[in-house]
């Protein structure tokens, strides 16, 4: 069974420019997840979806971060414009269905923002 | 508002010895714990995901003990080798949401 894939795997930007992380899930996982990983801590949900549906985007700074999920399959995470604080792991997770199952994780984006 | 704390920040031990790591968390209602590996530029492999009904969950040299009341998990390894040196996560689970710790970074020296 292929894992969860991410690309790129790495990202060098300058502050103010834009940038896109692309997810494919686990294939029949209906939950996806995205979760930022700045150095030296554990990761912080930024968004869950449920199918193509938002479930939670609490902690998603709208003013610069966004994510789809068109068909309930992939996932793209956009942030427009960067800034220096946005340099971490962006990593993107998976799991059969809302709530309690296991969630499966990516190998991860690492954005360095100069 | 869940926090979860894990002990010690690093750790460092010569191959062969057991040895074992601590999470504890702010909020005993959870429905599970899993416990996580994050090799240096890698992304997360679950170890053991416990369920808030069981007390412990076996993989391997792996063990990992669940006290929910006392909000608190341990995760024991046992004669550890250089391969298990990874910096290891506690998360737990509050309906779909993982809360994790900053991790404990684990070095098995030869």
């Known amino acids: 069974e292929a894992g969860v894939a991410q690309s790129p795997r790495y990202k060098i930007i300058e502050k103010r420019q834009s940038v896109a992380f692309w997810c494919n899930p686990i294939?029949?996982?209906?939950?996806l997840y995205w979760y930022q990983q700045i150095l030296g801590q554990g990761p912080k949900l930024l968004i869950q979806?449920?199918?193509?549906?938002?479930?939670?985007d609490s902690q998603l700074p709208k003013d610069r971060f966004s994510a789809e999920r068109l068909k309930g399959v992939d996932s793209t995470l956009k942030i427009q414009p960067a800034k220096l604080e946005d340099s971490a792991v962006y990593l993107c997770?998976?799991?059969?269905?809302?709530?309690?199952?296991?969630?499966?994780f990516g190998p991860g984006t690492r954005l360095t923002v100069l | 508002k869940q926090e979860v704390t894990q002990i010690p920040a690093a750790l460092s031990v010569p191959e062969g010895e057991n040895l074992v790591l601590n999470c504890s968390f702010t909020?005993?209602?959870?429905?599970?714990l899993q416990w996580f590996r994050q090799d240096p530029g890698k992304g997360l492999t679950s170890l053991l995901l416990i369920q808030s009904s069981q007390r412990e969950q076996t993989s391997g040299r792996l063990n990992a003990s669940l006290d929910k009341s006392s909000g608190r998990s341990t995760l024991y390894i046992a004669a550890s080798q250089p391969g298990d040196s990874a910096t290891y996560l506690c998360a737990v689970n509050g309906y779909s949401t993982l809360t994790f710790g900053k991790g404990t970074m684990l070095l098995v020296s030869p």
């Open positions: 997770a998976s799991s059969p269905t809302e709530g309690v199952s296991e969630q499966f």
């Open positions: 909020d005993s209602a959870i429905y599970n």
């Open positions: 294939s029949g996982h209906a939950t």
């Open positions: 979806f449920q199918n193509n549906g938002v479930v939670d």
